[in-house]
């Protein structure tokens, strides 16, 4: 008694486990969810972060650069003693006597120094500067298409939960019917009304539809494994959809300009940092003209400054050679320009392509669906009919067990056609979206 008490309580906790793992969802929270921990849509805002921060780390061709440093030595470099008590401004006429000047006794110098660089015209810096603006755009465009497209395969995901669940209700119920069967058969059987083999063949029946739901169940936590991916959840848990696998409305999508859709406009511009960057490398045969600034204090003792001085200058360069470095570089990012131009109209045609076999598919799939929902409906009045006749001997086992089996078959085809004009009408809005 006792271990019979002990059971009752295993089995009373194993369900109630089962039963928290069970969850209902609704298509508006999985949107919501995804949208919100999606590990894909984190990345892509952090590619367009990285990007954005490339745009900034070109502010250098305007802003200065500045920088301050205090350097102390102690030398009996006969070059550097005299320099140092030049700068520290403590130079005597005693200092120039030549034994002084060629065997000087150790000095000690101290040095603040304030650097300013300021570029004036880099016109290299100013192409790559308009490249790394672009790409950011770019790769914000590129963000924003990444939560659209999460957005449909949530969507396709919900659906595939949907479509599991029914097809696990669906064989549920010709489980039942296959075992009323059975017992209607083994009753006749034991009244030698009906042969062995009919017997067998209606146990077969019943065995492949217990294999038939199982695999059904093992898709339902598939399909839940997948949703909990999308929205970057952890756990064991089976996900029921809290809306039925319906029809949805068929929406009149406008036409549109595919130029104007996210991703287009993102290859695009990436076409045009290429661009900008093919100018950046012929900008640089050209000079570059820089200005310079520092402040100098210099002591004998730390953090003194009781000598000071300045310069102020510019520096026109110009690297008129380079072996053929920059004619290879230059070459190179002309290469590249032309391939991304390629890309880009390879891009917009297969898009276009995509988008007319969408609109074909939509069309197809509400053909068909129709027809599938009269062929179901069809062979559910015919196994009913050949059912009420194998009650009083009047059907063969054989044709009952058919006319379940098409039955079952047409209410799965069935709702894989919704399945499948649902996600054809939801390609059809990310595929036009701008």
Known sequence: MK??????????AQGQLF???RVKISLEDVLMRVQESNASIKVSEQEAKMAKYDYRFSNS????????SHTGMATTNPLMAFGSKLNQEILTQADFNPDLLNDPDQIENYATKVSVEQPLINLDGFYQRKAAKTTMKAKELQAMRTRDY???????????????????????KAYEAADANLNMAQN??????LQKADLLEVKVRVTEVSDQLKTTKSNVQNASDYLAF?????????????EELIPDNLVETAEVSLENRSDVKAMDLVSEAYKANMRADNMTFLPRLNAFASYEMYDDQIFQADAKGYIIGASLSWDVFKGSQRFAKAGKSK??????????????????????????????????????????????????????????????????????????????????????????????TFLTKE
């Open 3 to 12: 271990r019979l008490f002990v059971l009752i309580i295993f089995f009373y």
């Open 19 to 21: 039963a928290q793992d």
């Open 61 to 68: 061709v305007f802003l200065p650069q500045i920088s301050v």
């Open 150 to 172: 999460l957005d449909f395969e949530a969507q396709k995901a919900y659906g595939q939960l949907q479509l599991a669940h029914q097809a696990v209700a669906v064989l549920q």
């Open 188 to 193: 006749s059987y034991n009244q030698g009304l």
């Open 230 to 242: 999308l929205m970057n959840e952890q756990g064991n848990v089976v996900y029921e959809p809290s």
């Open 335 to 428: 290469t590249s320009y032309e391939k991304a131009k390629q890309e880009y109209e390879q891009y917009v045609s297969k898009s276009t392509m995509e988008l007319q076999r969408t609109k074909r598919m939509v069309e197809d799939v509400e053909s068909r669906l129709q027809t599938s929902k009269l062929a179901m409906e069809q062979y559910e009045e015919s196994l009913r009919i050949r059912t009420n006749r194998f009650k009083e001997g009047l059907e063969k086992t054989t044709d009952l067990l058919m006319a379940e089996a098409t039955y079952a078959e047409k209410q799965l085809a069935y709702y894989q056609t919704i399945f499948e004009y649902n996600q054809a009408q939801s390609l059809l």
